[in-house]
């Protein structure tokens, strides 16, 4: 079986939408002001220290990104002051 080559662009809009889906998921279930960047920088925000991990692990880290996680990060990145 061949591996797929992605672009970059392809590669960015496929984490983009899977982001828009977790957002989406999240406003399902009441947490209306969620938006994709805010679900990637939470789920990036682990990688500062180590990088960049492979694909499928960015596509897990974002489809089983729970609402306790997100809502962590949130706060603490509101206790730094830091924007999100």
Not at 54 to 66: A, G, M, R, W
Request: negative net charge; proline residues 2%.
């Amino acid at each position: 079986m061949a591996e797929e080559v992605f672009t970059d662009k392809e590669l960015n809009e496929a984490i983009e939408g899977l982001c828009r889906s977790k957002a989406e998921e999240f406003r399902l279930i009441g947490y209306e002001h969620v938006t994709a960047s805010d679900v990637w920088n939470c789920v990036s925000h682990k990688y500062e220290k180590e990088g960049t991990p492979p694909l499928y692990q960015l596509v897990n880290d974002i489809l089983s990104l729970k609402v306790i996680q997100f809502m962590n990060f949130i706060t603490i990145s509101a206790y730094r002051g830091s924007q999100f």
